[in-house]
């Protein structure tokens, strides 16, 4: 009896415990995995992704208890009214010849996309304030991101998360394609996990490896999502990814075969205690004629097959949370042996991607030109391409044309922003459509200015650069996708949001460019003043004498020293007196 | 088209002034100002007979003319205005020439300063003597500022209702005197501020724009009895002195010169500019080339080149100008000066 009355005070406490209130404990989940898919040619993907996911209102400022979301960023997406955010700082450039469509791609440097919310009153100026306390938090220069690079795109980049209206006057993108990356831009990115790096994945982030690599790209999305399917309410979703991608030929002796060891240097010992999924997923598709899925040792925990971009891939899961991992050994290293090496040089053709490449000689003028292919058989599909030149290159936007096939395509929606010296650059966007099988050309003309010497980077002659363009497309894909429940699915499924199931959205970057300006030179500031005013002066002397004075007849002169001496020469030379 | 119609309003307007002078000149020998021995420096209609057949072909043939057409620069329509300007001044309407005053400022800012030499002739063909306590002198100011400012309101409010902002006037006004653009050009300001300090930038963008305006009242005190030479020396001032100068406007002052042809005997260095000018022309396409398309010369190279042309340019004016004035000198004074003792006598200026 009294027993019965204790457990139930018991449950009634425990039930009454978390009950409704500003200060009860929001619920958050961290959820981590990382997918490694050997690409053509020997190279290997790893990407990683940590995705806190916190059921909180951010905006509305009840948050005083921060557990697995960073206080950072939160305190950032509270106090500036931020609605999305996206940060990328890459090295390196993804070859979607060679390597096949990029999971998540981010143009070389740094690239801040950020949707602000509707009650922000003067947007430009939470911009700046943004930009320069992320350069803070993350160690890097984004507090060059001004007015002069930065753009209102009103086309691309729509909001991932969750959104009520669109204003395109809310967003603001700039990217800095000058920015390199580095350790003390991995460090910062690492202390926001939950477990920092001393637990789970994030183990085997060590910056002298991954660094060693073909392309380096981290990044951080922060976007409102919805807290069940019925969307009554809001939460807000951390998203951390690296994708680093390294060339095993080169650090492997020779042999396409790879193992956590070999590329991170670390293995695998347990998952993050924080963490409530955490999972390795090996891409074991087949890539040979055979349709035989590779082998990967040790033995996988399950399988799972995805349709994944068009593509119907199956994958070795490894379940870092379930305690048959390891039970054989104390850490897991995945390793994959090729059986046949010839079998991954087989190049999958992308259906979308693109190049840009600048044409033209000589300091003056130049054209820029932007080949996209669609490589799809029989179906065509629009693009929206999004470019964004600084100020100095002017752009003749009378020289723009597109051409396709030999004929020439109009774009269905062109929006174009001229540029301000000193102020903004040119934002250019435009709807192209692409036939199937086809190769378009776009090709602009643009003519190079002289700046102010203090406007010269210090490396004047190794050039400026232009940041890459952005292709977003909805591509269509050859295997239809079925609609699949976003909490269980692999996170490197559910960034971007697929409407329907025959079509997945991709977003490409293009090569940035680098553009050489006629410099003057730098060693002559004191010399052009004195010249140049040398000049003015010849002008204000001459002028002066001619203006001020008038003409007389010249006085015969008693003749200074000079000429008397001479005269005293001269008699005696016999030679007559001056 | 716009070349042509320089042509010929420049040639009418020689054809005018040259009667004027010969008036002017015929009024001062009977009125016994001039020195007995001057009868070579006298200039009779013969000779001046072809002076605006010269002026004109001066201006259509001028390679600096040819080019600025090739080019399709609006400097052709500046020079037209200017053209017609000096037209309507020498023929005395001084509405007229308001109007196409107005109008050239309108476009650049710089024929500002050329309100000052119209205002001179208009007096001296209106026979108002400039003193400046005289009435009927600051009348005939007032009038010819009021019309000129009226025509020049008339048109900006004319472009700002085309527009509907006043955006236009930092645009075009602003960007002449702040001179943000440096492509490099002809003049001396592009390298200037390219290499300036940032510190200093205002101060020296001040002192060269005031470099353009400056000049006008000296001259007009030294030049008030010969307008239209004022006038041609503060049209190769501003050419040589604006921010963006074209060799169009060095074309424009250019075809000036037969009509001082007279002068000629009295030039000093007349072959050394001609030839520093015509070398200097054929070097700026070189090292132009050279700098920015073959890579091997340097910025320097080319501003070497503006410098030495822009220094030519202004010892052409100020020979013409010592010229003109040592001409004045000898028609009051007689052309054989001779000192106390007898011998002949040297000119300097003192």
Known sequence: GGMAAELLLLLLLLAAGPGPGPGRAQRDALREELLLSPLPAGDVAATFQFRTRWDADLQRGEVSHYRLFPKALGRLVAALGVRELHLALTQGFWRTQAWGQPPLQAPAGAELWVWFQPTVTDVDKAWKELSNILSGIFCASLNFIDSTNTVTPTASFKPLGLANGTDHHLLRYAVLPREVVCTENLTPWKKLLPCGSKAGLAVLLKAERLFHSSYHSQAVHIRPVCRDASCLAVSWELRQTLTVVFDTFASGQGKKDWSLFKMFSRTLTDACPLASQSKVYVDISPKNKEKELLEVSPPPTSVHEAVVQGDKRTYAVYDLLSPLLFNTSRSLNVQLKWQRPQDSSELPTPVLHAQRYVSGYGLQTGEISTLIYNTHPYRAFPVLLLETVPWYLRLYVHTLTIITKGKENKPSYIHYQPAQDRRRPHLLEMLIQLPANSITKITIQFERALLKWTEYTPDPNHGFYVGSSVLSALVPSVIAMKDVDEEQSPLFTSLFPSSDGSSYFVRLYTEPLLVNLPTPDFSMPYNVICLTCTVVAVCYGSFYNLLTRTFHVEEPSRGGLAKRLANIIRKFRGVPPL | ?350
């Open chain 2, 1 to 350: 088209i716009t070349d042509v119609l320089t042509a010929v309003a420049l040639y009418l307007a020689i054809q005018d002034f040259n009667k004027v002078v010969f008036k002017k000149q015929k009024l001062l020998i009977e009125l016994d100002k001039y020195a007995p021995d001057v009868a070579e420096l006298i200039r009779t209609p013969m000779e001046m007979h072809y002076i605006p057949l010269k002026v004109a072909l001066f201006y259509l043939l001028n390679p600096y003319t040819v080019m600025s057409c090739v080019a399709k620069s609006t400097c052709a329509i500046n020079n037209t205005v200017v053209a017609f300007f000096i037209l309507a001044t020498i023929k005395g309407s001084a509405f007229l020439s308001a109007i196409f005053l107005a109008l050239a400022t309108y476009q650049t800012l710089y024929p500002l300063t050329l309100f000052a030499p119209a205002l001179l002739y208009l007096l001296q063909r209106q026979f108002i003597p400039i003193k400046l306590k005289s009435k009927s002198f600051w009348l005939y100011t007032m009038q010819y500022a009021a019309l000129y400012l009226c025509s020049l309101v008339v048109i900006i409010c004319l472009s700002f209702f085309l527009l509907n902002s006043w955006d236009f006037i930092p645009s075009v006004y602003g960007f002449i005197l702040s001179v943000p653009d440096l492509t490099p050009n002809i003049g001396l300001f592009w390298y200037f501020f390219a290499e300036m300090f940032e510190h200093f930038s205002l101060f020296f963008v001040c002192v060269f724009q005031i470099n353009v305006f400056f000049y006008t009242i000296p001259l007009a005190i030294k030049l008030k009895e010969h307008p239209m030479f004022f006038m041609f020396v503060q049209i190769a001032i501003i050419s040589i002195f604006k921010s963006y100068p074209t060799v169009g406007d060095i074309a424009l002052y250019m075809a000036f010169l037969p009509v001082w042809s007279h002068l000629y005997r009295f030039l000093r260095n007349i072959f050394i500019l001609s030839c520093v000018l015509i070398v200097c022309s054929f070097l700026f396409p070189v090292l132009w080339h050279l700098w920015i398309y073959a890579g091997s010369a340097n910025s320097n190279f080319y501003y070497a080149i503006t410098l030495t042309f822009n220094i030519g340019q202004i010892l052409l004016i100020s020979d013409y100008f010592y010229a003109f004035l040592r001409r004045e000198y000898y028609l009051t004074h007689g052309l054989h000066l001779t000192r106390q003792d007898g011998t002949e006598a040297m000119l300097v200026l003192k």
